[in-house]
C-alpha cells in the first residue's frame, strides 16, 4: 500500500469530486488566452489561493504546460504554518487528489539533499495548501504521469533560496522535468494598491531578477508570500538555460468576489528558454 498524505483542502479549497473537479480545471485551462510562447518551457509560476478565487489565474500558467509529458515535476511553495525547520518537504511516498495518487520521487529528493548544505526535513501530514492546490492543474494539464519534488520553504533567507535554486538545477539538469513555483501576491489592500504592488512584483519576476524579487518584499516596495520559491525557480531556471519570463496574467480576489476594499493579487507567468 501506498503511503499517501492526507489531503487537508480536497472539497474546500477546490472540488472535492473527481468528475468536477477535471471538469472545473479544464475550464480554467481552455479559458486562458495565451501569448505565443516562443521557447522551451522551463518552469510556471503559479498561484495557490482556493480554485474559485485564483483558478481562473492559474489556468494561464498550467496552460502554458499543455500536452508537455515530464517524468518529474518539482514544486517548491511557501510554508505557511510556523515550523523551525527551513526546507520542509513530505514524509509521504505521495500526495493525492481526487483525482489520483502522485508519487513523490524519493530518488530526486536524496539527491537534491546530497547539494545542499542546509536540512529539508520531512513532515508527515502537514496542512500546507500552496502546493496542494497546484497538482490537479498539472494532472489535468500534463500528458502521462510524473513523479513529485516537493519542496515547502519557511525560510526567508535569499542565500537559502539561492542554494536551494542550484541544487535544483543540478537535480533536473538532464532531466524531462519542470518546475513549478508557487505564490501569491499582495494580501489585503484595497484594490487599486494592490495593482501597484503586483505591478512591481511581477515586473521584477518579469525582468528574471531574484535577487529584484527579495528586495521588493524586504524594503515593502512589492509582495509574495511565496518570494522565497519564486526566486529559487528563478535561479533554477537560469542554470537550466531559461533566459527569459513572460507574464500571462494578473488578476484580484476582487475581480471575482466584487469586493474591492480588501483583495489578494494572483499572478501567473512563465519561464522560456
Not at 505557511?80 to 514524509?91: E, S
Not at 535577487?211 to 511565496?226: D, I, L, M, P, S
Request: proline share 5%; charged share 20%.
Amino acid at each position: 500500500m501506498l503511503d499517501v498524505r492526507p489531503s487537508p483542502i480536497a472539497g474546500t479549497w477546490y472540488e472535492g469530486n473527481a468528475k468536477t473537479l477535471a471538469r472545473n480545471i479544464d475550464e480554467y485551462l481552455n479559458n486562458a488566452q495565451l501569448p505565443e510562447l516562443d521557447g522551451e518551457v522551463v518552469g510556471v509560476i503559479a498561484p495557490h489561493a482556493g480554485h474559485v478565487y485564483s483558478g481562473a489565474v492559474a489556468g494561464y500558467a498550467f496552460a502554458a504546460l499543455r500536452g508537455l509529458s515530464p517524468k518529474l515535476v518539482a514544486v517548491i511553495s511557501p510554508f505557511h504554518n510556523l515550523a523551525r525547520y527551513p526546507l520542509i518537504t513530505t514524509a509521504h511516498a505521495a500526495y493525492g487528489t481526487p483525482l489520483d495518487n502522485i508519487e513523490v520521487d524519493k530518488v530526486a529528493l536524496d539527491e537534491l539533499k546530497s547539494y545542499l548544505d542546509i536540512p529539508i526535513t520531512p513532515v508527515a501530514a502537514d496542512k500546507e495548501h500552496s502546493l496542494e492546490i497546484e497538482l490537479p492543474f498539472l494532472q489535468r494539464a500534463l500528458s502521462g504521469n510524473f513523479k513529485l519534488l516537493p519542496i515547502m520553504i519557511r525560510a526567508q533567507e535569499a542565500d537559502i533560496a539561492a542554494k536551494l535554486g542550484l541544487a535544483l538545477a543540478k537535480v533536473l539538469k538532464d532531466k524531462n522535468a519542470l518546475l513549478v513555483a508557487s505564490t501569491d501576491l499582495s494580501h489585503f489592500y484595497d484594490q487599486a494598491t494592490a495593482n501597484i504592488l503586483d505591478s512591481e512584483m511581477l515586473k521584477r519576476i518579469g525582468a528574471f531578477d531574484p535577487n529584484a524579487v527579495f528586495e521588493a518584499e524586504q524594503t515593502g516596495k512589492a509582495f509574495a508570500c511565496g518570494h522565497a520559491a519564486v526566486a529559487a525557480v528563478l535561479w533554477a531556471g537560469r542554470e537550466l538555460g531559461a533566459d527569459r519570463v513572460k507574464v500571462l496574467r494578473h488578476a484580484t480576489s476582487g475581480d471575482v468576489t466584487g469586493d474591492y476594499s480588501s483583495v489578494v493579487g494572483y499572478g501567473a507567468a512563465v519561464m522560456l528558454k
